[in-house]
């Protein structure tokens, strides 16, 4: 389908005639936006471009042919925009394949599903041709999440995880406490709550239906379960924006992004040092990096953590310079 759609400029341009268009298009820019979840290469130009990849597993990596450019500085400079860090790629290499096919070659660390699209021009970006890497071993962020928990210095020393101060004694999960007060019939006490060890593992109300339960339990070194059950609390932080989407920009060029994402791991620090009647809070962010994530994927992403609670950050612009507060 955008294939088709792509051709269809292609012929539109010819029929046009322009001869800077006639003789393909050129390549204005290129970046790069590594990220885990998938390392994103974009190359804008001033036509359509048409591409064709193949993955090549061993070694892992991706072969472009775009045909109607020529190699040029700026599509040269891909090579050096890849990071030593980059979680996906290794490394680019660009030559002229042919008298007006460009070759990429996309040195990849691991094996990946390429996602191969373009995008037509808006707002300040003229068309673009994307790759999106992403690898084929995706990690779990739940597991993720739990796997950091038990690092915590409190989970590893059994003095601390078997002394915890009273109140941790028989930690009370207050939503699972108030579904029991919804649920007990009238002549239970409400107040006593579920029994202890019960509710440790149970999962929330948002997350019903969900089979998994969340407990870590780190029976190993200590005796009781009861007391050591705990379950994270999970907040999911959602940045706005990101990568190609810079959001709002303000006079001084801040980009809203940016902003967002700063303000997102101040909020996972405060999130990460709280706990809840003895069950730590854990925040879990959509996007820890400057790349763009669709709106479904961060629903996505928040329900794969069971996230208790999904927070969308956004620092909006307004046309004058008096509003203050946020907008929830
Ligand atoms: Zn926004």
Redesign the pocket.
Known sequence: MKRRTLLKTGSLVLSLGLPHLARGATILTVRVWPAPEYSRVTIESDGALVAKQQFVPSPPRLAVDIAGITLNPALKELVAKVKADDPNIAGIRVGQFAPDVVRLVVDLKHPIKPQVFSLTPVAAYQHRLVFDLYPVQELDPLEALIAERLKDPIVKDPIAANSPPPAQVNPADPLGELIAQQTQSPSKPAAQGPAPGTFATQTIAGSAGSTRARGINDAKTTPSPAATTERLIIIALDP??GGEDP??VGPGGTR??DV?LRLAHRLRDRINATSVNGNPMRAYLTRDADFFVPLGVRVQKARRVQADLFVS?????FFTPEPQGASV
Do not use: S
Request: charge should be negative; aromatic fraction near 0%.
């Open positions: 706005g924006h959001g709002a809203e992004k967002v950050i956004h620092a909006d612009a």
